[in-house]
Protein backbone atom coordinates (compact mmCIF):
# COMPACT_ATOMS: atom_id res chain seq x y z
CA UNK A 1 0.00 0.00 0.00
CA UNK A 2 0.78 3.86 -1.14
CA UNK A 3 -0.46 6.10 1.23
CA UNK A 4 -1.21 9.12 -0.61
CA UNK A 5 -1.15 12.10 0.98
CA UNK A 6 -0.41 14.72 -1.72
CA UNK A 7 0.24 14.28 -5.28
CA UNK A 8 3.67 14.09 -5.24
CA UNK A 9 3.94 11.51 -2.93
CA UNK A 10 2.01 8.67 -4.94
CA UNK A 11 4.75 9.50 -7.79
CA UNK A 12 7.72 7.74 -5.66
CA UNK A 13 7.30 4.28 -6.75
CA UNK A 14 6.81 5.83 -10.55
CA UNK A 15 10.24 6.88 -10.72
CA UNK A 16 12.37 5.37 -13.30
CA UNK A 17 15.94 7.03 -12.44
CA UNK A 18 16.86 6.99 -8.82
CA UNK A 19 19.96 8.55 -7.56
CA UNK A 20 20.18 7.64 -3.92
CA UNK A 21 22.20 9.48 -2.03
CA UNK A 22 23.71 8.19 1.88
CA UNK A 23 26.44 9.90 3.91
CA UNK A 24 27.73 6.35 5.08
CA UNK A 25 27.67 2.98 3.36
CA UNK A 26 24.56 1.47 5.13
CA UNK A 27 22.19 4.34 5.15
CA UNK A 28 20.72 3.48 1.64
CA UNK A 29 19.90 -0.09 3.19
CA UNK A 30 18.50 1.26 6.36
CA UNK A 31 16.23 4.39 5.59
CA UNK A 32 15.24 2.56 2.10
CA UNK A 33 16.27 -0.82 1.56
CA UNK A 34 12.80 -2.21 0.61
CA UNK A 35 11.76 1.02 -1.84
CA UNK A 36 15.15 0.69 -3.61
CA UNK A 37 14.73 -3.36 -4.04
CA UNK A 38 11.31 -2.38 -4.96
CA UNK A 39 11.96 0.04 -7.68
CA UNK A 40 14.63 -1.66 -8.94
CA UNK A 41 12.64 -5.06 -9.68
CA UNK A 42 10.25 -2.79 -11.63
CA UNK A 43 13.00 -2.14 -13.44
CA UNK A 44 13.74 1.22 -12.78
CA UNK A 45 17.76 2.11 -13.13
CA UNK A 46 19.50 2.87 -9.11
CA UNK A 47 22.32 5.00 -8.72
CA UNK A 48 23.82 5.05 -5.25
CA UNK A 49 26.03 8.16 -4.53
CA UNK A 50 27.72 7.51 -0.76
CA UNK A 51 29.14 10.72 1.11
CA UNK A 52 32.08 9.72 3.47
CA UNK A 53 34.37 6.75 3.38
CA UNK A 54 32.74 4.83 6.48
CA UNK A 55 36.38 5.14 8.14
CA UNK A 56 34.82 6.06 11.74
CA UNK A 57 32.32 3.32 12.09
CA UNK A 58 33.80 1.83 14.79
CA UNK A 59 34.24 1.69 18.32
CA UNK A 60 37.66 -0.67 18.70
CA UNK A 61 40.83 1.46 18.46
CA UNK A 62 42.64 -0.75 17.03
CA UNK A 63 41.05 -0.65 13.41
CA UNK A 64 42.88 1.19 11.08
CA UNK A 65 40.58 3.88 9.55
CA UNK A 66 41.85 3.01 6.11
CA UNK A 67 41.32 -0.51 6.51
CA UNK A 68 37.62 0.55 7.76
CA UNK A 69 37.01 2.47 4.86
CA UNK A 70 38.67 -0.70 2.21
CA UNK A 71 36.39 -3.31 4.22
CA UNK A 72 33.13 -1.21 4.13
CA UNK A 73 32.85 -0.22 0.62
CA UNK A 74 32.95 -4.01 -0.31
CA UNK A 75 30.33 -4.54 2.38
CA UNK A 76 28.12 -1.79 0.68
CA UNK A 77 28.63 -3.18 -2.71
CA UNK A 78 27.77 -6.15 -1.65
CA UNK A 79 24.35 -4.96 0.13
CA UNK A 80 23.95 -2.77 -3.08
CA UNK A 81 24.22 -5.54 -5.04
CA UNK A 82 21.36 -7.76 -2.91
CA UNK A 83 18.62 -4.35 -3.44
CA UNK A 84 19.47 -4.69 -7.78
CA UNK A 85 21.55 -0.94 -7.29
CA UNK A 86 22.93 -0.69 -10.94
CA UNK A 87 26.08 1.66 -10.11
CA UNK A 88 28.08 2.65 -6.71
CA UNK A 89 29.33 6.47 -7.23
CA UNK A 90 31.90 7.37 -3.81
CA UNK A 91 33.38 10.74 -3.01
CA UNK A 92 35.06 9.33 -0.05
CA UNK A 93 34.93 12.54 2.41
CA UNK A 94 36.34 11.57 5.66
CA UNK A 95 33.93 9.79 8.14
CA UNK A 96 32.85 11.16 11.61
CA UNK A 97 31.61 15.48 11.45
CA UNK A 98 33.73 16.75 9.12
CA UNK A 99 31.88 17.47 5.90
CA UNK A 100 32.44 20.53 4.19
CA UNK A 101 28.73 21.90 2.91
CA UNK A 102 29.99 23.94 -0.19
CA UNK A 103 32.24 20.79 -1.25
CA UNK A 104 29.89 17.96 -0.90
CA UNK A 105 26.54 20.32 -2.76
CA UNK A 106 29.03 20.45 -5.83
CA UNK A 107 30.04 17.06 -5.66
CA UNK A 108 26.25 16.42 -5.35
CA UNK A 109 25.53 18.38 -8.12
CA UNK A 110 27.67 16.60 -10.67
CA UNK A 111 26.60 13.21 -10.01
CA UNK A 112 23.07 14.66 -10.74
CA UNK A 113 23.96 16.44 -13.83
CA UNK A 114 25.89 13.27 -14.90
CA UNK A 115 22.92 10.60 -14.02
CA UNK A 116 20.00 12.56 -14.29
CA UNK A 117 17.63 10.65 -12.30
CA UNK A 118 13.87 11.99 -11.84
CA UNK A 119 14.31 11.22 -8.16
CA UNK A 120 16.97 12.10 -5.43
CA UNK A 121 16.89 10.20 -2.05
CA UNK A 122 18.24 11.00 1.17
CA UNK A 123 18.43 11.45 4.46
CA UNK A 124 16.26 13.95 6.12
CA UNK A 125 18.49 16.82 7.03
CA UNK A 126 15.90 18.25 9.18
CA UNK A 127 15.10 14.93 11.46
CA UNK A 128 15.11 16.38 15.04
CA UNK A 129 17.99 15.31 17.67
CA UNK A 130 19.65 14.23 14.50
CA UNK A 131 23.38 14.71 16.31
CA UNK A 132 25.45 13.24 13.01
CA UNK A 133 26.57 16.58 11.23
CA UNK A 134 26.91 13.88 8.46
CA UNK A 135 23.38 13.17 8.14
CA UNK A 136 22.58 16.57 8.50
CA UNK A 137 25.41 18.57 5.83
CA UNK A 138 24.58 15.75 3.49
CA UNK A 139 20.82 15.92 3.53
CA UNK A 140 20.86 19.89 3.22
CA UNK A 141 23.74 19.52 0.35
CA UNK A 142 21.36 16.92 -1.66
CA UNK A 143 18.05 19.23 -0.97
CA UNK A 144 20.08 22.42 -2.44
CA UNK A 145 21.56 20.34 -5.24
CA UNK A 146 18.50 18.60 -5.95
CA UNK A 147 16.54 22.28 -6.20
CA UNK A 148 19.32 24.37 -8.07
CA UNK A 149 20.98 21.71 -10.20
CA UNK A 150 19.22 22.88 -13.53
CA UNK A 151 20.36 26.26 -13.21
CA UNK A 152 23.60 26.73 -15.20
CA UNK A 153 25.00 29.20 -12.61
CA UNK A 154 24.75 26.96 -10.06
CA UNK A 155 28.20 25.08 -9.76
CA UNK A 156 28.52 26.29 -13.32
CA UNK A 157 32.23 24.72 -13.53
CA UNK A 158 30.05 21.85 -14.75
CA UNK A 159 29.24 23.55 -17.73
CA UNK A 160 33.24 24.40 -18.69
CA UNK A 161 33.33 20.44 -18.45
CA UNK A 162 30.58 19.79 -20.90
CA UNK A 163 28.28 18.88 -18.17
CA UNK A 164 24.70 20.01 -18.59
CA UNK A 165 22.37 21.55 -16.07
CA UNK A 166 19.55 18.64 -15.01
CA UNK A 167 16.50 19.34 -13.16
CA UNK A 168 14.85 16.98 -10.54
CA UNK A 169 11.53 16.55 -10.46
CA UNK A 170 10.69 14.46 -6.74
CA UNK A 171 13.05 14.28 -3.57
CA UNK A 172 12.28 11.93 -1.12
CA UNK A 173 13.46 12.29 2.53
CA UNK A 174 14.67 8.75 4.22
CA UNK A 175 14.97 9.08 7.76
CA UNK A 176 11.74 11.56 8.50
CA UNK A 177 10.03 11.91 11.40
CA UNK A 178 7.06 13.88 9.21
CA UNK A 179 6.31 10.98 6.49
CA UNK A 180 4.13 11.43 3.77
CA UNK A 181 4.30 8.29 1.62
CA UNK A 182 4.08 5.41 3.87
CA UNK A 183 5.40 2.18 1.16
CA UNK A 184 4.88 -0.93 1.98
CA UNK A 185 7.81 -3.19 1.63
CA UNK A 186 6.60 -6.52 3.49
CA UNK A 187 7.85 -8.34 -0.45
CA UNK A 188 11.56 -7.17 -0.43
CA UNK A 189 11.63 -7.05 3.61
CA UNK A 190 14.12 -9.99 3.47
CA UNK A 191 16.35 -8.67 0.84
CA UNK A 192 16.22 -5.48 2.86
CA UNK A 193 17.56 -7.26 6.13
CA UNK A 194 19.97 -9.45 4.08
CA UNK A 195 21.71 -6.09 2.47
CA UNK A 196 21.55 -4.75 5.82
CA UNK A 197 23.50 -8.06 7.48
CA UNK A 198 26.70 -7.92 4.54
CA UNK A 199 27.43 -4.78 7.13
CA UNK A 200 29.20 -7.17 9.16
CA UNK A 201 31.49 -4.22 10.48
CA UNK A 202 28.80 -2.31 11.75
CA UNK A 203 25.92 -5.23 12.74
CA UNK A 204 28.02 -8.15 13.83
CA UNK A 205 27.54 -8.59 17.78
CA UNK A 206 28.92 -6.09 20.03
CA UNK A 207 28.80 -3.67 17.18
CA UNK A 208 27.46 0.07 17.84
CA UNK A 209 23.44 -0.42 18.12
CA UNK A 210 20.77 -3.08 17.57
CA UNK A 211 19.68 -0.98 14.37
CA UNK A 212 18.01 -4.36 12.94
CA UNK A 213 15.58 -4.94 15.96
CA UNK A 214 15.02 -1.22 16.38
CA UNK A 215 13.95 -0.62 12.36
CA UNK A 216 12.29 -3.23 12.25
CA UNK A 217 10.06 -2.57 15.52
CA UNK A 218 9.53 0.87 13.47
CA UNK A 219 8.60 -0.93 10.46
CA UNK A 220 5.94 -3.13 11.96
CA UNK A 221 4.78 -0.51 13.78
CA UNK A 222 4.71 1.84 10.96
CA UNK A 223 2.90 -1.10 9.22
CA UNK A 224 0.05 -0.61 11.76
CA UNK A 225 -1.14 1.90 10.74
CA UNK A 226 -1.14 1.61 6.77
CA UNK A 227 -2.48 -1.63 6.82
CA UNK A 228 0.41 -3.66 6.10
CA UNK A 229 3.20 -5.51 7.87
CA UNK A 230 6.63 -4.13 6.99
CA UNK A 231 6.61 -0.19 5.99
CA UNK A 232 9.38 1.94 5.28
CA UNK A 233 8.70 6.02 5.36
CA UNK A 234 9.53 8.46 3.39
CA UNK A 235 9.04 12.60 2.87
CA UNK A 236 8.49 13.35 -0.25
CA UNK A 237 8.38 16.53 -2.18
CA UNK A 238 8.48 18.15 -5.06
CA UNK A 239 11.28 20.56 -6.40
CA UNK A 240 9.12 23.39 -5.90
CA UNK A 241 8.02 22.91 -2.40
CA UNK A 242 12.12 22.86 -1.09
CA UNK A 243 11.88 26.64 -1.57
CA UNK A 244 9.70 29.56 0.42
CA UNK A 245 6.88 27.04 0.34
CA UNK A 246 5.24 27.20 3.90
CA UNK A 247 3.17 24.38 3.33
CA UNK A 248 6.01 21.82 2.85
CA UNK A 249 5.99 20.47 6.47
CA UNK A 250 1.93 20.42 6.17
CA UNK A 251 2.61 17.91 3.04
ZN1 LIG B 1 24.96 7.21 8.60
New binding site residues.
Given amino acids: MNSKKNDVSCLLLESRKILCI??????ME?GAGGTIAMLSGKGAEITCLTV?DGSA?SRSPSDDPDQLAERRRIEAEAGASILGVNEMIWLDFTDGGYLPLEAVRGEITRAIRLVRPDTLMV?DPWLQYEA?S??IR?GLAAAEAGFLSGLPNFHPADLQDNIQPHTVELIAFYYTSRPNTLIDVTSTWSLKIEAISCHKSQFSAGQGFDYITRLTEHALKLGEKSGCKYTEAFKVLSRSQLHIFEAAELE
Avoid: A, E, N
Avoid at 22 to 27: A, F, I, R
Fill in positions: QPHPDDITGCHDHT
